[in-house]
């Protein structure tokens, strides 16, 4: 299966930073778009940020806007999400997805899909 792996996430002070990594194992990430949702405690999995296959065209969630920056390094198969003056609303477990296209709304992948494991990310005091 294509499957993707998280990974930096932990426990954060509100106003601090974090940076997640997203790869893959066995196959180049460069063919896809990804995007990156967040699944807070008691709700759906819900659209974060999205960045197309080259790179040049990113979308973000309004909750994360000019706080969250993604990006990707084709050359080292990697997705990032750099993660900003962080609030306690941002606390979740936090997935990157190959998505059909990357668009404003950044929808899910359609089900079934494989998620990976997540990244907890959690800001507290």
């Known amino acids: 299966q294509l499957q993707l792996v998280e990974s930096g996430g932990g426990l954060v002070q509100p106003g601090g930073s974090l940076r997640l990594s997203c790869t893959a194992s066995g196959f180049d990430l460069d063919y896809y778009h990804v995007g990156w949702f967040r699944r807070a405690p008691g709700n759906e999995r819900e659209g974060i940020s999205c960045?197309?296959?080259?790179?040049?065209?990113?979308h973000y969630d309004d909750s994360v806007w000019g706080r969250f920056f993604i990006s990707r390094d084709n050359a080292q198969n990697m997705i990032y999400l750099q993660m900003n003056r962080l609030k306690p609303e941002d606390t979740g477990v936090y997935y990157c997805a190959r998505i059909g296209a990357c668009s404003a709304g950044i929808a899910r992948p359609p089900e079934p899909y494989s998620w990976g494991q997540g990244t907890q990310v959690t800001v507290s005091e």
């Open positions: 960045i197309n296959r080259s790179g040049d065209i990113t």
